[in-house]
């Protein structure tokens, strides 16, 4: 079945560190991979999103994120963290052309430390 | 603009007594519908999907039960909660045949 899974439960990093968080799926056809974002007390938001194309796409709030297909992985990244990018990140994905079922990953908590 | 509005907020509710969750999408005709549900320390486990009214698809088998009865209504319910439903519980809609989904607030049940 397929599946997307996050390694990291929890990060801490201190303001200005660089980020990556890890994704993985399992699946060997068509993905469409995401990743979504929540602040404390807010609702779950997308960062961005992989379709197809160019395999580094670029969000909001300056968070980029590299579809690898050797790897399965889609790494969220950000070259300087801030204190507001505290929140809850979690990876996901629709597997199959016209799936509209989404399965996330279990999430990571990110704390920054100003 | 479209909006999504979950309620209640918070629920706290004895083992035994029934359920509903409420979803309603405003700004959009036709959407498809999700009901997610986050355990603590665990990801969103989808639970319920519709493409219409009427049309519910169960993902996974559980004492919950979903129901669409109006385009931009979803409603989540249970006949007798049990300490394992309780958890975080999300609403969702997307644009049929679209891939982003759009979340509710979220609505957190405790079971005691």
């Known amino acids: 079945a397929q599946s997307v899974s996050q390694h990291n439960h929890h990060v801490i990093l201190s303001e200005a560190a660089s980020l990556e968080l890890g994704c993985n799926y399992s699946y060997g056809g068509t993905v469409n991979l995401f990743w979504y974002v929540q602040y404390p007390g807010q609702h779950l938001q997308l960062l961005l999103k992989?379709?197809?194309?160019?395999?580094l796409v670029k969000g909001i709030k300056g968070f980029e994120a590299e579809f690898i297909k050797s790897k399965f992985s889609f790494n969220l990244r950000k070259p300087s963290v801030q204190w507001s990018d505290t929140a809850e990140y979690f990876c996901a994905g629709t597997f199959n052309f016209g799936n509209e079922k989404l399965t996330f990953g279990t999430g990571t908590r990110l704390t920054i430390i100003p | 603009s479209q909006t999504i509005h979950q309620w209640p907020a918070t629920l706290v509710q004895p083992v035994g007594s029934p359920l509903s969750l409420e979803c309603t999408v405003e700004g959009t005709s036709n959407p498809n519908l999700y009901w997610y549900r986050q355990a603590a320390g665990r990801g969103l486990q989808l639970l319920f999907y519709s493409v219409g009214i009427g049309q519910i698809s169960s993902e996974v088998p559980q004492n919950l039960s979903a129901s669409r009865p109006q385009d931009r209504q979803f409603i989540l319910s249970s006949k007798k909660l049990l300490l394992s439903d309780s958890g975080f519980y999300l609403c969702?809609?997307?644009?049929?045949?679209?891939?982003?989904?759009?979340f509710g607030p979220g609505t957190r049940l405790t079971v005691t």
């Open positions: 992989y379709f197809s194309g160019d395999p």
């Open positions: 969702a809609w997307s644009v049929l045949g679209g891939n982003e989904q759009y």
